[in-house]
């Protein structure tokens, strides 16, 4: 699934350890400091259809690949003490090589953010906790194989008034 691409790919950017989280699941809140992920928007550009390929014995079916680019916006929030600077650090380590090997794993490149915005959190009536918030762009190709049936022999003829008739036959793999 994209949203554990995404979280597989954020997660080079952070300290080793750090918990990251999908926002809104279910379960318990972890202790100490921890992140959110949640994906804002995703769109989806026009889909290139591959070429057939016919990889068994006839009769049989052969595959092309689909595939389309998807960018769109994930939201991280950082929670706890020290948020906003772990999360300012974690936007500039998405450029470093433990950001860009660790998004490259996943399928997923991550844009530029320039606003970390600090937000603190509102955990009852009257404590507020640190949290900062960023929304970062990110893309991926999502790609799917689709079997295609393979018609392995065409015969056919055509006679035309005035003209001896033609014939023709093409088999799978013959030129």
Do not use: C, K, W
Request: cysteine-free; charged content about 15%; aromatic content about 6%.
């Amino acid at each position: 699934m994209i949203d554990d691409d995404i979280l597989a790919g954020l997660q080079g950017a952070f300290p080793p350890g750090f918990v990251l989280i999908q926002a809104h699941g279910n379960g318990p809140r972890p202790s100490g400091v921890y992140g959110t992920v949640r994906i804002e928007s995703s769109a989806s550009a026009p889909a290139h259809v591959g070429r057939l390929s016919v990889t068994q014995p006839l009769p049989a079916l052969g595959r092309r690949e689909l595939a389309a680019h998807h960018s769109g916006q994930v939201e991280l929030q950082v929670f706890g003490e020290g948020s906003f600077d772990i999360l300012s650090t974690a936007v500039l380590m998405l450029d470093s090589l433990a950001g860009i090997d660790s998004a490259d794993a996943a399928g997923v490149v991550f844009g530029t953010t320039q606003n970390v915005q600090s937000v603190p959190a509102l955990r009852n009536a009257s404590e507020y906790e640190d949290r900062a918030v960023a929304s970062i762009p990110f893309s991926y190709t999502r790609r799917v194989i689709e079997p295609v049936p393979v018609i392995e022999t065409v015969e056919g003829s055509v006679s035309v008034p005035g003209a001896p008739p033609v014939t023709f036959r093409s088999h799978h793999g013959e030129n």
